[in-house]
């Protein structure tokens, strides 16, 4: 899964870099800066998620030479207001990207977060054959018109079971083919090629698998719901980059065996 000389997945990373004409761009998503403070009410206390997560994401940068950094939103873990600690962790976040160009889409997990730092979340990113959004909402005209286009907010994983019979739960990417007659119902003209869904960024968050769902189509973003991209034909790579099958086979077989 190494992408088309515009998109490179980055091995064993839920990150993607784009380039973008003369520069690359490191995507990410779903960071949910703050998640620990539910591990903490339970017993479990876990500090320096945000300072880490950003340690990661500059190290990735440096590594492909990428100075520009798109967070595809849910940045912080409250849907409102942040507690201090949050807002703490929220700081230390960004002030670890403080060398690289940031850019936030909105996520429906972002509401305030302007007033934290000072960075006004976008709705999307409209690069030269990328669209970014978080996944929540329709795209606009203009991002169906980008042959790719790029969402986080599912938190997208896969159930595995290893040789001993365990099962165990790891992220995943979703890559779908469109149909274009569905599309055309909604847009006047459309030329994406392919919808990628992103694997939250956060180690905390694994999320819901994909073959564990009675549809496998339950809470996906409104392209997949509607059958303009194909969501039973929609391929399931594991972070390392291995092709696990299609959704609805994996429906059917229930937990894969690597």
Do not use: C
């Not at 591990?39 to 940068?61: C, Q």
């Not at 549809?215 to 696990?244: M, Q």
């Amino acid at each position: 899964m190494e992408g088309d000389g515009t998109l490179k997945f980055v091995y064993n990373e839920p990150a993607l870099v784009i380039n973008d004409g003369d520069e690359n761009v490191l995507v990410v998503g779903d960071l949910h800066v703050g998640a620990e403070a539910k591990l903490s009410d339970k017993g479990v206390h876990i500090y320096g998620t945000g300072a880490g997560m950003a340690k990661r994401i500059a190290s990735t940068a440096e590594e492909f030479s990428a100075r520009r950094v798109i967070l595809l939103g849910d940045v912080k873990d409250t849907i409102l207001y942040p507690t201090l600690q949050e807002r703490r962790s929220l700081s230390a976040f960004f002030e670890g990207l403080s060398g690289l160009k940031v850019t936030v889409v909105a996520g429906n997990h972002d509401a305030h977060l302007d007033g934290i730092v000072d960075i006004m979340p976008v709705r999307e990113v409209l690069l030269d054959e990328v669209a970014l959004l978080h996944g929540n909402t329709w795209p606009s005209e203009d991002a169906v018109m980008r042959k790719y286009i790029v969402t986080a907010h599912n938190h997208i994983a896969v159930s595995m079971r290893d040789k001993n019979g365990a099962f165990y739960r790891e992220k995943a990417w979703l890559i779908a083919p469109p149909s274009p007659t569905r599309a055309r119902r909604r847009y006047s003209t459309f030329k994406a090629k392919r919808l990628i869904v992103m694997p939250a960024y956060n180690d905390l968050i694994v999320g819901m698998p994909v073959n564990e769902l009675s549809s496998g189509k339950e809470n996906i973003n409104p392209l997949l719901r509607n059958g303009i991209f194909r969501h039973g034909d929609t391929y399931v790579y594991t972070l390392r980059g291995d092709y696990l099958g299609k959704v609805s086979e994996l429906v059917k077989r229930g937990n894969v065996t690597p």
